[in-house]
């Protein structure tokens, strides 16, 4: 019988790796469930979205009236007075595909559409020829101010959620670590694309949202009087893209488990008019994350 003194350094290895995957299991994978916004009138931002991007209106759970995004929600609260949209939390776009950009965007200006960014060819970011036409990208300014990409992809669904982080390779391996989101790409070096810091960087693949996540750095170049004596990032609960929202199969046996890997629970699990099971918790760079039982459906 062989000693574990003359055992193979790679057969240790090899039951090492097996025992650590054995105490250390992925959790059962969430799904992308709804991003929440606030805004001063729901129902002309619901009008808003259906109008302007694929996406249909109903209702959620026949509790409230959102958007139905392919795959998940927007969600909406009503506020008294516009929500903070500055890019100080960790959330700083939501996006949707346009499979001819050019196209697109002339006929959404024609349409009234306003843009905070104009149609721009970002091709090098992309690992295309710089100025190519191959890919391109434009900010909507949407309702209370919600920062929308509309960009080049080979369909115009509701397609991606773009965070900002202090450490984006950290934040994408903690929402694998508790959540089960697959991480798709991670890249700890840092990357300069025209004088911009768009790495270290990271991506995560929850259903049909791709989840992006660059540097600090970028919100500091950015705008640097917002981040001129900031180091770290506002919560974003009480802004105008106010937290985003998984589902799970068990909430109970999920808040369980989160508690005990020592994910901060910021509220309990409770149920509105026995519809609706969530719970709240707090995610990398003070995102508030919203926990639903079931997934999402479109009545």
Not at 85 to 112: C, L, N, R
Not at 116 to 121: F, I, Y
Not at 230 to 238: D, H, V
Not at 270 to 291: H, N, T, Y
Request: charged letters at 20%; one cysteine or more; aromatic letters at 10%.
């Amino acid at each position: 019988m062989t000693s574990i003194r003359r055992a193979s350094p790679y057969l240790i290895a090899a039951c090492l790796a097996a025992l650590a995957s054995a105490q250390d299991p992925k959790p059962p994978q969430a799904h992308f469930h709804h991003l929440h916004l606030n805004v001063t009138d729901p129902k002309a931002a619901i009008n808003f979205y259906t109008a302007k991007f694929d996406c249909e209106k109903a209702n959620f759970a026949g509790l409230t009236d959102g958007v139905w995004a392919q795959k998940s929600w927007l969600l909406f609260t009503g506020v008294r007075t516009a929500a903070p949209s500055e890019v100080v939390s960790t959330i700083w776009h939501m996006g949707w595909g346009a499979e001819d950009m050019p196209a697109a965007y002339k006929k959404q200006v024609e349409s009234g559409t306003p843009f905070e960014t104009p149609l721009t060819d970002i091709s090098g970011l992309v690992g295309q020829a710089p100025n190519s036409g191959k890919f391109f990208f434009a900010y909507v300014d949407g309702p209370g101010h919600a920062l929308i990409e509309l960009n080049t992809s080979n369909n115009h669904r509701f397609g991606h959620l773009h965070l900002l982080s202090a450490d984006p390779v950290a934040a994408a391996e903690w929402y694998e670590k508790h959540l089960g989101i697959p991480v798709r790409g991670k890249s700890p070096k840092e990357r300069i694309w025209n004088e911009f810091p768009v790495g270290p960087s990271a991506s995560l693949q929850a259903d049909n949202v791709n989840i992006i996540i660059f540097p600090m750095a970028y919100a500091k170049k950015q705008w640097p009087d917002l981040w001129k004596d900031r180091n770290e990032f506002e919560t974003t609960k009480g802004r105008v893209m106010d937290h985003v929202g998984f589902s799970v199969d068990n909430l109970d046996e999920a808040i369980a488990r989160l508690k005990s890997e020592g994910v901060k629970v910021t509220a309990e699990p409770r149920s509105i008019a026995g519809k609706v099971k969530f719970a709240f918790i707090e995610g990398p760079d003070k995102m508030s994350i919203e926990l639903v039982e079931g997934q999402a459906v479109n009545p």
